[in-house]
């Protein structure tokens, strides 16, 4: 099956080459569309809105501060359930509803609509933008995997969202709101 890779570009520009570069070891993924989130950002968002221009039905996401095996998650994936990677460190934490897509993920095309569950009750706000992420897995079945990944020093940098003082009501705030629906 033919893969459509959507990352986003923000500030790790050195970081994307790399992945870029990784990326087109695999043979599935045949298709890289970026974001660029550096004029517009939509956040995590922003790469929903790109996997909806993708030529494949499968796709595949993952944040620009890491290296992943997307073979190992690639095989696992059949299509039925949203398949992601995780930390085993992060694993008990991030492995139920609200699983992360940024250690990699496979995901049908047509799931994005779920999204519309959110958006029709809440509109495109400011929660959606930054935690779409959180909220369209909440919103589907899923499958994490413990993998190995490769962080890039930025993954603890300032930069990263988790390290923002507002990160946990965002989160908190996305997921009652996600309950609710």
Excluded at 37 to 51: P, Q, S, V
Excluded at 93 to 100: F, H, N, V
Excluded at 101 to 124: A, P, Q, R
């Amino acid at each position: 099956m033919a893969v459509t890779a959507v990352l986003l570009k923000y500030k790790r520009p050195d970081e994307l080459v790399a992945i870029c570069d990784h990326l087109e070891q695999y043979d599935f993924i045949d298709e890289i569309l970026i974001r660029d989130n550096t004029e517009d950002n939509l956040m995590c968002y922003g790469r929903y809105l790109t996997a909806k221009e993708a030529k494949n039905d499968t796709i595949y996401v993952q944040d620009d501060d890491c290296i992943i095996d997307v073979e190992t998650l690639y095989r696992r994936y059949d299509g039925t359930k949203l398949v992601n990677g995780m930390k085993d460190t992060h694993i008990r934490a991030y492995s139920g509803k609200d699983s992360i897509v940024g250690w990699g993920t496979f995901f049908d095309k047509s799931w994005i609509k779920v999204l519309d569950k959110y958006i029709n009750k809440y509109g495109e706000d400011d929660v959606l933008v930054r935690e779409a992420d959180r909220i369209f897995t909440s919103l589907l079945p899923r499958e994490t995997i413990v993998m190995e990944i490769k962080d890039f020093p930025s993954a603890t940098s300032i930069d990263a969202l988790y390290n923002e003082p507002e990160h946990y009501a965002y989160k908190s705030k996305a997921l009652h709101r996600v309950a609710e629906l």
